[in-house]
């Protein structure tokens, strides 16, 4: 019977995760940076797990995720805000 190997976790994927999951709270500009950060964080999790034969694929995908959707929020909202100004001049 073989015995599992216990691979570390990559640190890059937590942090990745957490500033993703924070950058979806509204937080004015400050979401914004720590959307981009969240994305930054997850792909060099991402190299780091590949290179380095590390645990934490999903962490990285879901930091990533949430920091897209963070961006595709704000992109959103400035678009909507911009057309209601525009409508009324």
Known sequence: MEQQQNKPT???AIAGMICGIV???PMGL???A???VAIVLSAIAK???RNNNK???????AGM???IIAI???VLLIVVIGGALLSFS
């Open 10 to 12: 990559s640190g890059f």
């Open 23 to 25: 950058s979806l709270i």
């Open 30 to 32: 400050l979401s914004i």
């Open 34 to 36: 720590v959307a981009i």
């Open 47 to 49: 190299g780091d797990i």
């Open 55 to 61: 645990n934490g694929a999903g962490f990285a995908t």
């Open 65 to 67: 995720v949430c920091g």
């Open 72 to 74: 595709a929020l704000w």
